[in-house]
T-cell receptor, first 115, second 109 residues
Framework: GAVVSQHPSWVICKSGTSVKIECRSLDFQATTMFWYRQFPKQSLMLMATSNEGSKATYEQGVEKDKFLINHASLTLSTLTVTSAHPEDSSFYIC???????????FGPGTRLTVT | RKEVEQDPGPFNVPEGATVAFNCTYSNSASQSFFWYRQDCRKEPKLLMSVYSSGNEDGRFTAQLNRASQYISLLIRDSKLSDSATYLCVVNTGFQKLVFGTGTRLLVSP
């Protein structure tokens, strides 16, 4: 099946710093990618829909100025957590939609810990 | 009310047992339905799509009841490797997936 990669797989950062997470579709071009967040023992929550060449669409309650999304190419979307705080510590997962079969393929996730 | 509701479990079953998970969804306009499997600290992986006519994939059988807005997953002959969290997922439109909190399954020897 299709492969989606994320980098880094885990990151520890200090409060107040910014962290960038990359999501790449390795064997197909994805005009649409999605960013999710999962807190312990909770479900995945969609944060935003990333569209290549246009602005991301954020879900209600997600601060667009805090979670910056850039989808500059058909194989790469980035999520930057700006001025991270301990409450931003979570498992961030991206997915890429295959334009042929519309199936979403998930990346392996990035575990962010803010100290 | 949550958009997708599942019993969080855990369901503790012995190897070889049959176990069933249920899920309800609130948006009657939902278009497609899935079961995903998520292992601890890993990303979710698609287990199977769910169709109104019901579908089977080996030991796994999924059913959809649109009238009752209810989805089920049946696992027969449970294996140790089936231990995971099973996520009920609904596509509410525009490819937006809404995830349930998951049902945890523990299969013991």
């Amino acid at each position: 099946g299709a492969v989606v990669s994320q980098h880094p797989s885990w990151v520890i950062c200090k409060s107040g710093t910014s962290v960038k997470i990359e999501c790449r579709s390795l064997d197909f071009q994805a005009t649409t990618m999605f960013w999710y967040r999962q807190f312990p023992k909770q479900s995945l929550m969609l944060m935003a829909t990333s569209n290549e060449g246009s602005k991301a669409t954020y879900e209600q309650g997600v601060e667009k100025d805090k979670f910056l999304i850039n989808h500059a190419s058909l194989t790469l979307s980035t999520l930057t957590v700006t001025s991270a705080h301990p409450e931003d510590s979570s498992f961030y997962i991206c997915s890429a939609r295959d334009p042929v079969n519309y199936e979403q393929y998930f990346g392996p996730g990035t575990r962010l810990t803010v100290t | 009310r949550k958009e997708v509701e599942q019993d969080p479990g855990p369901f503790n079953v012995p190897e070889g047992a049959t176990v069933a998970f249920n899920c309800t969804y609130s948006n009657s306009a939902s278009q497609s339905f899935f079961w995903y499997r998520q292992d601890c600290r890993k990303e979710p992986k698609l287990l199977m799509s769910v169709y109104s006519s019901g579908n089977e994939d080996g030991r796994f059988t999924a059913q959809l009841n649109r009238a009752s807005q209810y989805i089920s997953l049946l696992i027969r002959d449970s294996k140790l490797s089936d231990s995971a969290t099973y996520l009920c997922v609904v596509n509410t439109g525009f490819q937006k997936l809404v995830f349930g909190t998951g049902t945890r399954l523990l299969v013991s020897p």
